[in-house]
């Protein structure tokens, strides 16, 4: 378990890595692959089969026409070519999460071929080729019973729960991604962080990472510098989370540097990745490719979209990511830093809608990337998971620039918004939040201010004018923040600095 | 898929291993049994190989259609207590299969 490590660093200074993607995509149709079964995440075990997907004797698959035209939508916003004659085919092999004991899936001849997707990291562009992606089943869930850490050793026996198994399960699979040396792991995360926005910009899954809508299997090998072979590499498993993608590729190339000084060779296999400790072991190996014994799937006829359905979905293709980025760094006037912020942050789509709501850029930017993104990393929530919507911040934002509250007294407007009192108006209505104006309850905290800081007031009359902020703080004080401090400084100034 | 051997050459390991990708228990005479019956069914298959098709077009499929599907509309599951009642064994409203040796799903 404990392997020896090399340092990132030094790994660098005699190997380059290769790596390469292998994600499967949950798609968000309403029913399975191949029958009507619903699809709906979080349902009570085996409550969501039939015979089909169960395998029973004499059931016939048919094809979700929506699952299909998703696929091709994938590939399209790959740039990938689309196969005008397409099979499923069966990938035998014997394991519970299969019922049927083979998973419908495509071999030879998958849906879409030769794509890319270009990654940008750090000011620089990768270009990522895609090989194929294909459409195939996703499986049932397993629940290992008896063992200490719920892993298989030790299990005594499992249970599976069938409502997942027949899901479509999209596969986009990437060539080898030489070239990116340091960078290797963060192009690695760069890359599924980029396919995810594209997944999601379709709108054909969910794309939730915790769910399991979408896990990579990351390959990783390493070569000695100047090596014209490839090394041997090694699959990590069903990492599902942004984080893990970068840290499995970073374990593995300092794992694999260690084998490899050591004279040693990589083996060849699966391993899995551990969230808790960062690091990757050994899996059983698995049949090899040729011992699935792949045949064409005989209960379905061949997929052969013509140019002309092809033509139709390209059409209907929404704007992709990278376009629209550019396009709204535009519009809104970011420098490209500004921009990875937003879109680091996961705030693309909030600032977006709340500049869509009426709020100026600027403001819906500070917004999302200030107070909010403090409020939800106290509450160790997603800035979406906020209960704010980008209408009620942009009416905030309005309010601001209306002078109706200043920046304190927007913020407990928000903080009524986030407990469920409704918009931020309305909040400001019920909590009496506004600022107060010239008005005669403002004149008598001013005079009374001045009355009871003699002192401070004479200061400020001898000329000492910057000893008024003692002043407008007892303004604001006894006006529990309501009031607007640059009107409070004026209204001092007038009665004992202009005359 | 490997190529099938040459005539007569199924091995008895060829045998045992092609039992266990099929999980199936096969004992040593059988081994030796089934190797020469799988032999000549293969001899019998390679036959096809004799035909001359230098005119035919591959067939994929029996049926010649394309794009058969249906609608995305979901329909209703079998009940759960139908679907357990084929189990050989159900705990906790799941199947109960025995201890998995493979890798984890």
Redesign the interface.
């Known amino acids: 378990m404990s392997d020896t490590l090399v340092d990132f660093d030094e790994v660098l200074t005699r190997y380059e890595p290769v790596i390469g993607l292998e994600t499967h995509v949950e798609l968000g149709t309403a029913s399975k692959m191949f029958c009507g079964c619903s699809t709906t995440f979080g349902a009570e075990p085996n409550t969501q089969t039939c015979p089909v997907c169960l395998g029973l004797p004499g059931s016939l698959p048919v094809v979700n026409a929506e699952a299909i035209e998703s696929t091709i939508r994938i590939g399209l916003a790959l740039g990938c070519r689309i196969a005008s004659w397409s099979r499923f085919a069966r990938k035998n092999y014997f394991y519970p999460d299969i019922p049927k004991g083979f998973q419908t899936s495509q071999y030879d001849e998958p849906l879409c071929t030769a794509g890319h997707l270009d990654v940008e990291l750090d000011g620089e562009t990768y270009r990522v080729e895609i090989e194929r992606v294909h459409i195939e089943e996703d499986t049932g869930k397993n629940l290992h019973v008896g063992g200490s850490t719920g892993r298989i050793h030790g299990a005594d026996h499992s249970l599976v729960d069938y409502n997942r198994a027949g899901i479509p399960l999209v596969e986009i699979v990437t060539r080898p991604i030489p070239g990116a040396g340091a960078k290797a792991p963060e192009v690695a995360r760069a890359y599924v962080t980029e396919l995810r926005e594209i997944l999601l910009a379709l709108g054909v899954s969910e794309v939730r990472m915790e769910q399991g809508n979408l896990r990579s299997d990351v390959n990783t090998s390493l070569a000695p510098i100047g090596s014209l072979d490839w090394g041997t590499r090694t699959e990590t498993k069903n990492v599902n989370s942004l984080r893990s993608v970068e840290r499995s590729v970073r374990f593995e190339m300092r794992r694999q540097a260690a084998v490899l000084d050591a004279g040693e060779r990589v083996v060849q296999e699966t391993r899995h990745f551990h969230e808790d400790t960062g690091s990757t072991s050994s899996g059983r190996s698995k049949e090899e490719a040729t011992d699935y014994r792949y045949f064409p799937e005989p209960d379905l006829v061949p997929i052969a979209p013509d140019e002309e359905w092809i033509e139709k979905l390209r059409a209907a293709l929404p704007e992709l990511p990278a376009a629209r980025r550019a396009r709204l760094r535009e519009e809104w006037g970011l420098s490209d830093t500004e921009m990875a912020w937003i879109v680091n942050a996961g705030a693309l789509g909030l600032v977006s809608d709340t500049v869509a709501a009426g709020a100026t850029p600027a403001d819906a930017r500070k917004w999302w990337l200030g107070e909010l993104a403090r409020r939800a990393n106290d509450s160790g929530v997603e800035l979406t998971e906020l209960a704010v919507t980008p209408e009620q911040v942009a009416e905030l934002a309005g309010l601001v620039a209306a002078g109706t509250v200043n920046d304190q007294l927007a913020r407990q407007a928000l903080d009524g918004v986030l407990a469920g009192e409704g918009d931020p108006a309305a909040v400001v209505e019920s909590r009496g939040l506004a600022v107060m104006g010239d008005s005669d309850e403002l004149v008598a905290a001013v005079e009374a201010a001045i009355e009871g800081n003699p002192d401070v007031a004479e200061k400020v009359r001898s000329g000492k004018v910057q000893a008024i902020g003692a002043l407008v703080g007892a303004v604001m004080k006894t006006t529990r923040g309501k009031a607007d401090a640059a009107t409070v400084k004026r209204m001092l100034e007038e009665r004992l600095v202009s005359g | ?2 190529t099938p051997s040459p005539k007569g050459r199924l091995t008895r390991d060829e045998v045992a291993h092609l039992a266990h ?3 199936l228990a096969v004992s040593d005479e059988e081994l030796e049994l089934f190797a020469g019956q799988l032999a000549a069914v293969l001899d019998a298959v390679a036959q096809v190989g004799k035909a001359d098709v230098a005119d035919v077009a591959p067939t ?4 010649p ?11 209703p ?2 009940p ?1 207590d139908v ?2 009642a ?1 189990a050989p064994a159900a ?15």
């Not at chain 2, 994929?60 to 049926?63: E, N, R």
């Not at chain 2, 025995?98 to 799903?105: N, S």
């Open positions: 898929m490997s990708l099929s999980r994929t499929h029996a049926v259609m394309t794009n058969v599907m249906r609608p995305d509309v979901a329909r599951s079998l759960r679907v357990l084929g705990e906790d409203d799941r199947f109960r299969v025995p201890r998995i040796l493979g890798e984890e799903a």
